[in-house]
């Protein structure tokens, strides 16, 4: 029976019984076994799709699924990034204020799409900004001041970075490849200004006018933005681009290094996990 299997980690996983939860990639994976749920470990098996499929993304992580159900006889289930939605050029749902229509639109009991952009986005905690501040930047420890100020300059990126995804959006439609670097260079109050910039020299049609049909929807973001700003913080992380906030979180604060491991540390230590992703896997358990 078990020549039928390509690793270890199927036949573990058929001997055990464990069901399967499908991430898009080795960072995901190492965030899910490492830093949070380690403790389910033994009910469940954390897997990232190139493990059983080739290719990378929300599309091999449906053909794991599929693969790990149908070949292999492992239950499985998939969790994908919101920005899925991005590249499908879904916008009405992508940047949905109302979690009843976007749970509607994204629902599927064998794929839980995340709430936020990505996975990488449940690491940016509010508090841990100050720590980030605190303890890993170039100069050493951060001012009491800038400690204080970190939440407060976080959200100036997260707010000016919304307010260019129409760019980012109009670049998608038209083919063209923008890097999750691209303006992190500029300030963040400078970005409207560039966004308008290499709007007005866009040429493609389709692009503009998809940028034309987000704005209102990333308007209406801004205006429903709750607070105080912790609650703003959350709500933001749905509706921007995880890598490119990243990116200028790092040049912002001077960090020395990838933030993401220093935050997973940091949940680590105080035995932090995504309420939300632990609330499907709960789900997950109970259903399989």
């Not at 069901?19 to 830093?35: C, H, K, Q, T």
């Amino acid at each position: 029976m078990f020549d039928e299997f390509d690793d270890e980690r199927q036949i573990g996983a058929t001997h055990l019984g464990l069901p399967g939860i499908v991430l898009e990639g080795v960072d995901d994976l190492r965030l899910f076994e490492r830093y949070w749920f380690a403790s389910y470990m033994d009910r469940v098996d954390f897997v990232q799709a190139n493990d059983l499929v080739q290719g990378s993304g929300c599309t091999a992580v449906a053909a794991a699924v599929k693969k790990s159900r149908e070949v292999d006889k492992i239950p499985a289930f998939g969790f994908v990034d919101r920005d899925w939605l991005f590249r499908h050029r879904d916008w009405d749902n992508l940047f949905a204020l109302d979690d009843a229509v976007f749970e509607a639109a994204t629902w599927n009991e064998e794929f839980y799409t995340t709430r936020r952009w990505e996975i990488e986005a449940y690491l940016l905690e509010p508090d841990l900004m100050v720590d980030l501040v605190k303890s890993f930047t170039r100069s050493g420890k951060g001012t009491e001041a800038e400690c204080r100020a970190a939440l407060e300059r976080a959200l100036v990126e997260i707010e000016n970075l919304l307010l260019v995804q129409r760019l980012f959006v109009a670049c998608h439609v038209a083919g063209i490849n923008r890097a999750s670097n691209h303006l992190v260079h500029k300030l963040a109050e400078e970005l409207e200004a560039e966004c308008e910039k290499e709007l007005e020299a866009f040429t493609h049609e389709n692009g503009l006018a998809a940028a034309a049909a987000v704005r209102p929807l990333l308007d209406a973001i801004v205006d429903s933005s709750p607070g105080p700003d912790e609650d703003k913080w959350r709500w933001l992380l749905r509706f921007v681009d995880t890598k490119r906030l990243i990116g200028r979180l790092s040049r912002r604060f001077d960090t020395v290094g990838d933030i993401r491991w220093f935050l997973a540390t940091m949940m680590e230590k105080s035995g932090r996990r995504p309420q939300e992703l632990e609330k499907r896997i709960n789900e997950i358990l109970v259903a399989a």
